[in-house]
C-alpha cells in the first residue's frame, strides 16, 4: 500500500491492473488468501490512484471496479467500500476543479498563517472519510461474522475470521491516523491564539494611545478657538468711536448739562435776568416752575413800579 501511495498517477493504476490479475487468478482457482489480503487495502487503494489520476486513469479505475462487482470477485461489504470510496474521490476532484472560482471571482489565496491549517483540515477530512467507510465495513463485517451462536468450524470462516481481523486493524489505523491530524489542528489553532492574543494586546494598547491623542488635541483646539473668539471681540469694541451722550432719565425725569445756562425772560417790558447755574440733577418739573416764578412778577415789585 505505501508503494502505491508513493507512485505516480499511471504506476497507480499499473499497480492495481496487478493486484487485480492475482484478486482474479486466485479466485478462478479458488485461492482465498489473496483475495482476502487485497480486501484489507483495496478500496483505500483505489481511492488514492483516483485522486491523483487523470481523467483517463480515472475511467479506468471505473471499469476494473464494474468488472470485479460483476465477476464477484470481492465480497459484498469490500465492494461497497471501493464504491463509496470513488464517488468521495469522485466529488473531491469535482470540487477541486471548481475551487478556483466562487460565483465567477477568483479564490482568495490563503495567508501564509493558514496555509498549513488548511492543508492539515483536508488530511483530515481525507483520513476521516476512510475512517468512517472502513469502520462502517468492518463493523458491519463483524456483526455478519459474530452474530451466530455457534460458530461453524471451517477453512472458509477461518478465511472470513482472518478477513475481518485485517479490516478491524486497518479501522484501527486510519482512525488513530484521523486522531493525530486533529491533534495537530488543535496545536496549530492554539499557536495561533496565542499569536492572535498577543497582537490583540497590543493592538488595545495602540488604540488606547491614539485615543489620548486625540483628546489632547481636541482640547487644545478648543483652546486656540476661544482665544482667537476673544481677540476678535476686543479688537471689535476697540474700532468704536468715543462719543459723549447727554442722558435722558425718564424714570427721575431728570436733564443733565455740562455747563450752567444764562435765560433771559422780558414779561411786560420788564426785564429780569436769572441764571441756571447749577441744573445737574434737578427735576425736569422743578427746573420748569422756577422758570415760570421768575417770569411772573411779585406783588410787591408792581408797587414799585410807576
Known sequence: MQSLRDASGMRKLNLIYLANDVTQ?????????????FSTVIAEAMENAYLHGTQDVQNRL???????EQRNIFSENVMMDVNKRLELAEKSVKKSLSGGKIGGALKLSLVPELSKLNLLYHNLTASISS???????????????????????????????????????????TSK????????????????LKENNSMLAKENEQLDEIQKKIDHV????????????????SEDENSKPSILFKEFSSNDQTMLYEKPVTYDIINDETKSNFQVSDLKSMPILTCLKNIEDDSNPRNDSKSEIT
Open 62 to 68: 471505473k471499469h476494473v471496479a464494474n468488472v470485479w
Open 218 to 233: 481636541d482640547d487644545m483646539k478648543q483652546k486656540i478657538e476661544k482665544m482667537v473668539t476673544d481677540i476678535e471681540i
Open 25 to 37: 487468478q486466485s479466485k478462478a482457482r479458488k485461492r482465498e488468501e489473496f483475495v482476502n489480503a
Open 177 to 192: 491516523a484521523a486522531i493525530v491530524v486533529r491533534e495537530d489542528i488543535i496545536k496549530q489553532l492554539e499557536i495561533l
Open 131 to 173: 475512517s468512517s467507510l472502513s469502520i462502517g465495513s468492518s463493523f458491519s463485517f463483524y456483526t455478519q461474522l459474530t452474530e451466530a451462536e455457534t460458530p461453524p468450524v471451517s477453512p472458509l470462516y477461518a478465511s472470513k475470521l482472518f478477513q475481518l481481523l485485517e479490516s478491524l486493524k486497518l479501522s484501527y489505523n
